[in-house]
C-alpha cells in the first residue's frame, strides 16, 4: 500500500501546484480505461465558495495518465477490483478523501 500512498500524495501535490493559489477545497476526478487505453481529468476548487473550472496544466496531462493507470493497477493487486473512476478531494491544509467507483 505504499505505492498507493505515494501516487496519492504525488497527485495531491499536482492539485495544489494546478490551484496556484489558496483555496477551501479541491477536487481531482480521474477516469481510467484501460481496455481501450485512455485517461479523463477534470479539477476543480472553491475559492470564496465559488467554484471554480481549471484546466489542468499541459505538463502533468502524462503524468496525470501514468500515475492514474498505476494507481489502477496497485489497487487491483490489493482488492481484485478494477475501479473506473475516483476522485480526490482535498481540504485546504491538504486533508484527503478518496472515493473510487467500481
Known amino acids: ?36 487505453l485512455w485517461v479523463e481529468h477534470r479539477f476543480n476548487y472553491y475559492e470564496n465558495s465559488v467554484k471554480k473550472h481549471v484546466l489542468l496544466p499541459a505538463e502533468y496531462t502524462s503524468e496525470l495518465s501514468s500515475l492514474g493507470y ?16 475516483f476522485t480526490l478531494d482535498l481540504d485546504k491544509d491538504g486533508k484527503a478523501k478518496t472515493h473510487f467507483e467500481y
Open 70 to 85: 498505476k494507481l489502477q493497477d496497485v489497487m487491483f493487486e490489493h482488492t481484485g477490483g478494477r475501479w473506473k473512476w
Open 1 to 36: 500500500m505504499d505505492q498507493h500512498l505515494e501516487i496519492l500524495t504525488r497527485l495531491s501535490q499536482i492539485v495544489f501546484d494546478s490551484a496556484n493559489r489558496p483555496f477551501e477545497g479541491a477536487q481531482l476526478f480521474l477516469e481510467v480505461n484501460s481496455d481501450e
